[in-house]
């Protein structure tokens, strides 16, 4: 069965610190990962997505993950998070279907 | 036009009611996704319509019932809901080739008495 977890599901960080968000997947075949961004009272949007190549992918707003096979993993980063992050940020696989793990919120200060 | 446009934004209905929450997107994308999200909660999938032939159906309650008239137009019909229901319901579409990168709407959040 294919599943997506995330391991944080609420981070508090300070305007500039850096952000790292964990998530893991298990599926058994070859699936297609993304993050997902919902930021408050607006709809789910596509930050960046990996499908073969380079695992480093660069997505929108300064956004970054890393696709590490054999740690089944899928990490979101940002050097310098900003007060607009703050949103709840969604991993998501596909392998025959969208499967989406539970979400972190974030929470930045400013 | 890059939008999937859903309406109603907010419906209230009671558990006899019948009513649709409606889709429709026009950047020629042939596959439509209907998903369930409850408060705090990940999106849920329920149903997938590829070339307008529901191809997925998440085992919902058949008090859901999905229609895809044509390529852009996509409905959830709600027949005899329960309180439980309540919830955001996303519609969604996607390409193909890349029949994997979805783009959402902006949600109907349904609230059923």
């Known amino acids: 069965a294919q599943s997506v977890s995330q391991h944080n599901h609420h981070v508090i960080l300070s305007e500039a610190a850096s952000l790292e968000l964990g998530c893991n997947y298990s599926?058994?075949?070859?699936?297609?990962l993304f993050w997902y961004v919902q930021y408050p009272g607006q709809h789910l949007q596509l930050l960046l997505k990996y499908f073969s190549g380079d695992p480093l992918v660069k997505g929108i707003k300064g956004f970054e993950a890393e696709f590490i096979k054999s740690k089944f993993s899928f990490n979101l980063r940002k050097p310098s998070v900003q007060w607009s992050d703050t949103a709840e940020y969604f991993c998501a696989g596909y392998g025959n279907k969208l499967v989406f793990g539970a979400g972190t919120i974030l929470r930045v200060k400013s | 036009d890059t939008e999937v446009t859903q309406t109603p934004k907010h419906l209230v209905m009671g558990m006899t009611n019948k009513k649709s929450l409606k889709c429709e997107q026009h950047m020629g994308h042939r596959a439509m996704y209907w998903y369930k999200q409850k408060a705090k909660k990940p999106p849920e999938l329920m149903f997938v319509y590829s070339y307008e032939k529901l191809s997925i159906n998440e085992s919902v309650p058949s008090r859901f019932s999905p229609e895809c008239p044509n390529s852009s137009l996509l409905n959830l019909h709600l027949h005899a809901l329960q309180p439980e229901d309540s919830a955001l319901y996303l519609c969604?579409?996607?390409?193909?080739?890349?029949?994997?990168?979805?783009?959402f709407g902006a949600g109907s959040r349904l609230t059923v008495l």
């Open positions: 969604a579409s996607s390409p193909p080739p890349r029949a994997n990168v979805l783009t």
């Open positions: 599926y058994g075949g070859t699936v297609n």
